[in-house]
């Protein structure tokens, strides 16, 4: 099922790419804290799901920080956000050679992310790019948008519903739902499928 997005609806369809990249992408840091803890940024992360965090307390924000940290980063038994890793058992597998294609196609500085480019935080804002990309015509860019979803981003599940399961705060749990809610109805509007 192929929908069109108003300009309206691509705005803010590039806005949740743009947020849930960045939340992937490192740890929640002061200003987006304060934020998410307060509106409009807070009201609209609940009215799709989310938790945000009660407030910008150092506490609060360390607690995020130890969650991110053990969810994502490690030492041990975490849950890397790369593709390769879920997809192949192994960082660095051909998830990154693909990825790599639309980096170019949509001309990416390779530097713009401090991790691979097939972390879901990547994979993300790079999602963002190639909605906004100028293409020759809306159906070219509908259909490389479906086929990069299709490739890259329909992945995540095992990853979001583990980091649901395994998360110590409110925030990084609704975070793993509304990522995976998103990308869901994202799949089902592009009629992208794996």
């Known amino acids: 099922m192929d929908h069109q997005l108003t300009s ?62 053990q969810l994502f980063l490690g030492p041990a038994n975490h849950l890397p956000p790369y593709q390769s890793v879920w997809t192949n058992g192994q960082f660095q597998a051909e998830p990154v050679e693909s990825i790599t294609r639309f980096i170019e196609l949509v001309g990416c500085p390779e530097d713009r992310w401090d991790v691979m480019p097939d972390h879901l935080g990547a994979q993300l804002d790079l999602m963002q790019l190639i909605l906004t990309a100028p293409t020759d015509s809306e159906a070219l860019s509908r259909e490389i948008a479906s086929t990069y979803f299709a490739a890259h981003l329909s992945w995540a599940t095992p990853l979001l519903t583990a980091a649901e399961k395994r998360a110590q705060t409110g925030f990084y749990r609704s975070l793993a739902i509304v990522t995976r809610d998103f990308l869901h109805l994202q799949q089902i509007n592009m009629g992208a499928t794996e």
């Open 8 to 69: 309206d609806d691509l705005t803010a369809t590039v806005r949740v790419y743009q947020l849930l990249a960045r939340c992937w992408l490192s740890e929640i840091d002061l200003p987006l804290l304060r934020q998410l803890c307060n509106t409009p940024l807070a009201d609209a992360f609940r009215a799709v799901g989310g938790t945000p965090p009660d407030d910008s307390t150092p506490e609060v924000r360390e607690d995020l920080a130890f969650d991110y940290c």
